[in-house]
């Protein structure tokens, strides 16, 4: 089964089995699906490029936070 990983409140979060996705993500605005997590090497190209995805996928600073309020990969997953 697959594992379905959601940002929520300032964490990512691994949905227990069973939990509908869409169901979840309506009861709490703000959460985000989390399709895929960048592999360190793509961490590591982004922060020599002085920028970062956010989990939404827009391009801020290497510890921004974009328009949309998320937070880029390398600060949600305590890198920086
Ligand atoms: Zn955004």
Same mark, same amino acid.
């Given at each position: 089964?697959? &594992?379905?990983?959601?940002?929520? =409140?300032?964490? /990512?979060?691994?949905? &227990? #089995?069973?939990? =509908?996705?869409?169901?979840?993500?309506?009861?709490? #605005?703000?959460? /985000?699906? /989390? &399709? &895929?997590?960048? !592999? /360190?090497?793509?961490?590591?190209?982004?922060?020599? =490029? !002085?920028? !970062?995805?956010?989990?939404?996928?827009? %391009?801020?600073? #290497?510890?921004?936070? !974009?328009?949309?309020?998320? #937070?880029? %990969?390398?600060?949600?997953?305590?890198?920086?």
């Amino acid at each position: 089964m697959k &594992k379905v990983q959601v940002y929520r =409140d300032g964490a /990512i979060r691994t949905l &227990k #089995p069973g939990v =509908d996705v869409d169901a979840y993500l309506a009861r709490h #605005p703000g959460a /985000i699906e /989390i &399709k &895929k997590v960048p !592999c /360190i090497r793509t961490l590591e190209r982004w922060n020599s =490029d !002085c920028g !970062c995805r956010t989990i939404d996928g827009c %391009w801020v600073e #290497p510890d921004g936070v !974009c328009e949309h309020g998320y #937070p880029s %990969w390398l600060s949600a997953l305590g890198m920086i």
